[in-house]
């Protein structure tokens, strides 16, 4: 079993710093103008307000599950455990495994392609150069994550410290201009509260939730996290508040400098702001340290999902290559190099823009929403003396996760939760065509055992 061989060594610090690197990356500084374009108006501050607010709850949910399964793989053991090991259970982590195999390496390579698109500040960059570089930064990210975890902890610290120098400078940078509660005072400028504000609250969130996906990375680690039924809650709670902060107090900084009618159309906002603010010079440094976040939240977030096919593979539901560790690192570099394998390929075939909205509608459905539901079946059926960490004013929390999930689902656009949908319907059928061939659920369930695919 994954518990069993990995070894826990990363601290609250380190898993704070992991989650943090992996939220920011270059989300915020892509998806900044893209929300204000959505929200046309001096309230898009409202946006970003939402998607710390789904955070905070849907965090809930990933602190009871964490706490009280604290191994490698994260939402692959919460929804075995959830709906049953040797019933539904067996067909829901397959279906998250399945889709992992897709939506991890479009995880990565978005951070790669965004990584590559600000690159071109710096450098002119034609189609396959970007090309070339977005694959280039997943190679660099596999060859930095093959050695042994409490290196990387102290890589990921190092990192954390450089995404918190780049925001504090866009913060800083906005409160020496002048101007810096500008943008707050005019926050409710022609506010309507209407069917329209609320539909592009919806469509907007789907870029600023994106900005925020990483606060669980610390629970597809769990079998590496010291005290992890304490500080796997406090990681991903501490994250989500210090990482909501910034990305108000940048997005504020950046308008109070370039009004946000200009903002919501700049391709460089980040390094137009530095350069209003002092020159040419300054502007290439802090498009250098976005480049430094964009290249950290790759690593987190491969580190995290590295963990998920080793964790299936070692329960006997996966194939079996996937559960081989380092003969001498004692890390699963199978499962990194084929992720990362994946993830090269999409860097080169898709477009950021197409890439965010996917991510968000392959993952919603199974990670997300049933997840929670399957939270609200185990606490009817056990004590909650089981759980380390529990919600306040359970179950409403998991019912309103559920609840914004489905909209942000909906605001994806019909076509991605077709693909969603698909992925999941394809996924079903080959996991019953499995059982059928190995005797399990619901033919004949038996205890998960070694075998493998």
């Not at 504020?252 to 700049?266: G, L, T």
């Not at 939270?375 to 306040?392: G, I």
Request: aromatic share 14%; net charge positive; hydrophobic share 55%.
């Amino acid at each position: 079993m994954a518990e069993n061989t990995l070894i826990r060594r990363l601290g609250l610090t380190q898993a704070t710093a992991i989650n943090m690197t992996d939220m920011v990356g270059i989300g915020p500084f892509i998806t900044l103008p893209m929300v204000i374009h959505m929200m046309n108006g001096p309230w898009f501050l409202y946006a970003w307000l939402a998607g710390a607010i789904l955070s905070f709850i849907d965090a809930m949910v990933w602190s009871e599950l964490g706490a009280a399964f604290p191994m490698a793989g994260g939402s692959y053991n919460f929804l075995k455990e959830t709906y049953g090991k040797n019933k539904a259970g067996r067909l829901m982590s397959f279906l998250f495994v399945w889709q992992t195999m897709i939506q991890a390496p479009l995880v990565i390579a978005s951070a790669a392609i965004g990584f590559a698109s600000y690159l071109s500040y710096l450098l002119p960059l034609g189609h396959w150069e970007l090309k070339m570089v977005s694959g280039a930064v997943v190679i660099a990210i596999v060859i930095l994550l093959y050695r042994k975890i409490e290196s990387i902890g102290k890589i990921s610290t190092v990192l954390w410290i450089g995404v918190l120098i780049t925001m504090l400078i866009i913060i800083g940078g906005g409160l020496l201009h002048g101007n810096f509660l500008t943008p707050i005072k005019h926050i409710n400028d022609e506010l309507t509260l209407n069917y329209g504000f609320v539909a592009a609250i919806g469509f907007a969130s789907v870029k600023s939730v994106y900005s925020y996906l990483g606060y669980y990375n610390v629970c597809h680690l769990g079998g590496e996290i010291i005290d992890p039924s304490r500080n796997i809650p406090r990681s991903m709670f501490l994250s989500i508040a210090g990482i909501a902060v910034l990305y108000m107090l940048m997005n504020v900084s950046v308008v109070s400098v370039i009004p946000w009618q200009q903002a919501k159309d700049s391709q460089f906002v980040i390094s137009d702001f530095m350069e209003r603010l002092a020159g040419d010079t300054a502007a290439k440094i802090i498009t250098c340290l976005v480049l430094l976040v964009a290249f950290s939240s790759v690593f987190s977030a491969t580190l995290g999902y590295s963990r998920i096919p080793y964790a299936a593979a070692a329960d006997g539901a996966f194939f079996k290559v996937f559960a081989k560790l380092h003969p001498t690192k004692n890390f699963p570099y199978i499962s990194l190099l084929v992720l990362g394998a994946i993830a090269f390929v999409f860097s080169l075939l898709f477009k950021l823009s197409d890439v965010i909205s996917a991510i968000l509608a392959m993952r919603i459905l199974v990670q997300f929403i049933a997840q929670a539901f399957g939270l609200y079946l185990l606490r009817r059926r056990k004590s909650e003396t089981q759980f380390p960490y529990k919600m306040p004013w359970f179950p409403l929390p998991v019912f309103a996760a559920i609840f914004i999930w489905i909209g942000i689902l909906v605001s994806t656009g019909w076509h991605m939760v077709l693909g969603g949908v698909s992925a999941i319907a394809i996924g079903t059928v080959v996991y019953f065509i499995k059982a059928r061939y190995r005797r399990e659920w619901p033919y004949n369930a038996k205890p998960l055992s070694d075998k493998t695919l």
